[in-house]
T-cell receptor, first 115, second 116 residues
Framework: DTEVTQTPKHLVMGMTNKKSLKCEQH?????MYWYKQKAKKPPELMFV???????INESVPSRFSPECPNSSLLNLHLHALQPEDSALYLC??????????????FGQGTRLTVV | TQLLEQSPQFLSIQEGENLTVYCNSS?????LQWYRQEPGEGPVLLVT?????EVKKLKRLTFQFGDARKDSSLHITAAQPGDTGLYLC????????????????FGQGTILTVHP
């Protein structure tokens, strides 16, 4: 299994809603990531988890709250979002190694629209 | 802050033409990855280059890593409409302790359109 699975694929939410994005991988990767991508732009890193602990937060607003319940799952909890938060949210995973060719594998993304 | 400059940003060509996409940086990366992304989908890894001067081929795609590991290029021969998409280069660096993550620095991307 070489897949990173994200659900839902599409999400429309109001600015007062609370929702969660989910990500799952069964490749045994111990690093997982959330990226945000606007149309025709590259992905921007939001959070990195290594060994189920948050290791990097790229100064993301607190209305985005990540959670890593176990080594296979990664969630992103959303609350009080703004319309400008509408984007494709990508989950990725990778090994943590001493090798230089560590590769990140991405899920299909969740297309989020905030209305 | 490490930056990757990718060029060109847009490329519109006819089927059968050749093209090259460039990815340049003033920083050294431990590896450089190339991804292809279709609208509404996640990036799909094409190749990873690690060694300075390395050349990798994937069918009609040829990837090169510069000797100094600061730049890379992607060359497509005889482009086809199925090659249409967003091409992203991304650099990886080793972190404290020598461990390597998939934390990537992305270039701005090249939107390639191949017309039949």
């Amino acid at each position: 299994d070489t897949e990173v699975t994200q659900t839902p694929k599409h999400l429309v939410m109001g600015m007062t809603n609370k929702k969660s994005l989910k990500c799952e991988q069964h490749m045994g990767h111990r690093a997982m990531y959330w990226y945000k991508q606007k149309a025709k732009k590259p992905p921007e890193l939001m959070f990195v988890y290594s060994y189920e602990k948050l290791s990097i937060n790229e100064s993301v607003p607190s209305r985005f709250s990540p959670e890593c319940p176990n080594s296979s799952l990664l969630n992103l909890h959303l609350h009080a979002l703004q319309p400008e938060d509408s984007a494709l949210y990508l989950c990725a995973s990778s090994w943590i190694t001493m090798k230089e060719d560590t590769e990140a594998f991405f899920g299909q993304g969740t297309r989020l629209t905030v209305v | 802050t490490q930056l990757l400059e990718q060029s060109p940003q847009f490329l519109s060509i006819q089927e059968g033409e050749n093209l090259t996409v460039y990815c340049n940086s003033s920083s050294v990366f431990s590896s450089l990855q190339w991804y292809r992304q279709e609208p509404g989908e996640g990036p799909v890894l094409l190749v990873t280059v690690v060694t300075g001067g390395e050349v990798k081929k994937l069918k009609r795609l040829t990837f090169q890593f510069g000797d100094a590991r600061k730049d890379s290029s992607l060359h497509i021969t005889a482009a086809q409409p199925g090659d249409t998409g967003l091409y992203l280069c991304a650099g990886a660096t080793l972190h404290a302790g020598g461990t390597s993550y998939g934390k990537l620095t992305f270039g701005q991307g090249t939107i390639l359109t191949v017309h039949p």
